[in-house]
């Protein structure tokens, strides 16, 4: 089930909000912790088991912990075995048809059988939130959870389940046993979801389909080329800070306050800034329990450069099991490794266009490699970005261009922070409400008769 259906909108979402508020207090998390495994388990009712073993594994472990917080060998002894565990429960799931697809490549091995393993949805962002909560009871930040319902309403809590952002448990700790609702937080609450809802089904959804259109590298020419992974540019952004705004809103309207996963990543103008700006809470994940651990940047220089490819390998192979991801975070590594010694003092002292210029050119190169899992078919796509071989444009690719130009240009815009300060100023003003209003009604209006008739509606992270 993802939040851009009409199952959600007007049957999950509705009912669950309506029983939610005429529960009494003491009942809301163990009803939020049934109806976010029924929102997991929905097309796949098994998934719901492999859930509560975890939660459960990581229940018992964490309380351990806590009993032998004072013994350190013992409660490090305890955490590498959970940590192990959580490794081995995503590996398995996540990278054993990868690792058994790698092996086969060595001389006499090609005859091995690649498992059929399904791969569990969000499995990725519920493993980390689990190892978070286990390394924060070690290190002292927060007690064990001794309530299963409480700890298992954290893991599976619906909002954030699928696609995040990935919440810490230190984070909600205190949300989870005493939030209070109020008009005010539900009130921003709704206004999250609805931008998230219109970036995911006006803009990113109609961005994909035309990237499906240009993605097969044939007669699109080099300028089709282009815009053709722009629009995969925009899907990306619009398709996972949608969701996430999604995600942050609804937690709101159930009391929660989640953390901010993006902070218009595309006005960058470094790749450093880049990553503090794009999903922001896998950045501080990777930053607090493998960054700092490994030793930051508190070392000699050929140590912090090992220090940033290690966490970029896994920030890469985080995303998918498939050797473009791994490219793909370490192309990033070698670009954040190259800024931090070499090239900031120069882009200090460009023109901030030219900055700005630099920075999106090698993101937008960066998606060619996020998104093509078949290496030959990347490196056909990055050659027809820089050759003339197919022509400039084709007939075919120049009228699904000008077609979606318009919405492009005003996609483009809404990706700096401009369009939001003036909506807010307008709305702020004496009358502003019967504005808000106003745009509140048409984008839900607008996003329903867009669900109807689209045939596309898919979410780019459900498949990490």
Same mark, same amino acid.
């Given at each position: ?7 959600? @909108? ?48 990581n229940f018992v472990f964490g309380l351990q912990l806590e009993k032998h917080r004072e013994h350190r060998k013992t409660a490090r002894t305890l955490l590498v075995l959970n940590v192990v565990f959580n490794l081995f429960l995503l590996g398995f799931f996540k990278y054993c048809a990868f690792f ?56 599976? %809590?619906?909002?954030? %389940? ?30 999250? +979801? ?132 791994? @490219?793909?975070?370490?192309? +990033? ?35 060619? %490699? ?47 922070? +401009? ?40 979410? %780019?992270?459900?498949?990490?």
């Amino acid at each position: 089930m993802v939040f851009s259906s009409l199952i959600f @909108l007007f049957l999950y979402f509705t009912f669950t909000l309506t029983v939610y508020y005429i529960l009494p207090r003491s009942a809301r998390n163990p009803f939020l912790f049934i109806v976010s495994l029924v929102f997991y388990g929905y097309g796949e009712p098994t998934l719901i088991l492999l859930m509560l073993f975890s939660v459960a594994v990581n229940f018992v472990f964490g309380l351990q912990l806590e009993k032998h917080r004072e013994h350190r060998k013992t409660a490090r002894t305890l955490l590498v075995l959970n940590v192990v565990f959580n490794l081995f429960l995503l590996g398995f799931f996540k990278y054993c048809a990868f690792f058994v697809d790698t092996v086969k490549l060595l001389p006499g091995l090609d005859g091995l059988q690649t498992p059929a393993i399904p791969l569990p949805i969000g499995i990725s962002f519920y493993t980390f939130q689990t190892m978070s909560y286990i390394v924060d009871v070690y290190r002292g930040k927060c007690r064990a959870q001794r309530n299963f319902v409480l700890l298992g309403t954290y893991v599976a %809590l619906f909002p954030q %389940l699928i696609a995040g952002p990935i919440v810490r448990y230190v984070d909600v700790e205190e949300q989870l046993g005493h939030r209070r609702e109020s008009f005010a937080l539900f009130n921003n609450g709704t206004k999250l +979801f609805l931008v998230g809802l219109a970036k995911k089904v006006l803009i990113a959804n109609p961005m994909g389909a035309l990237w499906e259109v240009l993605k097969p590298a044939g007669d699109n020419g080099i300028l089709g080329a282009w815009i053709g992974i722009i629009a995969f540019t925009l899907q990306i952004y619009f398709d996972f800070s949608g969701y996430s705004d999604m995600a942050r809103g609804l937690g709101n309207m159930f009391g929660f306050s989640f953390v901010k996963n993006f902070d218009f990543p595309y006005i960058s103008k470094s790749i450093t800034e880049f990553w503090r700006r794009w999903h922001m809470s896998l950045g501080t994940w990777f930053r607090e329990y493998v960054y700092i651990p490994l030793g930051g940047n508190r070392c000699r220089v050929p140590r912090h450069i090992f220090n940033l490819l290690v966490v970029w390998f896994l920030t890469g192979m985080w995303h998918g099991a498939s050797w473009n991801f791994i @490219l793909w975070g370490l192309y +990033f590594g070698v670009l954040l490794i190259a800024e931090k010694y070499w090239l900031h003092r120069l882009l200090q002292k460009l023109p901030a266009f030219v900055s700005h210029v630099y920075a999106l050119f090698f993101i937008v190169l960066g998606w060619v %490699l996020f998104d093509f899992t078949d290496l030959q078919a990347m490196w056909a796509y990055l050659g027809s970005m820089f050759t003339l071989s197919n022509g400039v444009i084709g007939a075919e690719a120049a009228a699904y261009a000008l077609s979606y130009l318009p919405l492009m240009l005003v996609a483009a815009v809404l990706c700096a922070p +401009f369009a939001r300060r003036v909506f807010l100023r307008v709305t702020s003003m004496r009358f502003g409400w019967v504005l808000e209003a106003a745009t509140t009604v048409v984008v839900l209006l607008l996003c329903t008769a867009a669900l109807v008739g689209d045939s596309y509606n898919a979410f %780019l992270y459900f498949r990490f």
